[in-house]
């Protein structure tokens, strides 16, 4: 099987399941975006054996193939990235309704107290 072939039935795999899990309602819809952008743009790059190796001459990468994984790995890694923000800002707001709690309880104890 050659390198297009593969990365074009692994891509759309990927679809699929990414919306299945949508579907489901398993994965988040924000989310699938991302997923299904890459998925279809993996398709496209692996339909057009011309545009991929155009792709590839402009990037600098010899192997055309080459070109197709790189793409994939530099969108997952925008998604890490987006990730570590996400989960930045939920301990941002754990840590703020911990405190907050922790208000609450300290307030009903005094009022308890002084009863």
Do not use: H
């Amino acid at each position: 099987m050659n390198p297009y072939t593969y990365c074009l039935v692994l891509s759309i795999w990927f679809l699929i399941g990414t919306l299945y899990f949508v579907k489901k309602r398993i994965l988040d819809f924000k989310y699938s975006i991302f997923w299904v952008s890459i998925s279809l743009i993996l398709i496209m790059f692996s339909l057009d054996i011309n545009l991929t190796e155009d792709m590839a001459k402009k990037v600098g990468i010899s192997y055309a193939p080459a070109f197709l994984f790189v793409t994939g790995i530099i969108f997952l890694l925008i998604l890490i990235f987006y990730l570590n923000l996400v989960i930045s800002k939920m301990q941002s707001k754990i840590t703020s309704l911990t405190q907050e709690i922790g208000i609450i309880k300290s307030c009903s104890n005094e009022s308890e107290t002084n009863i």
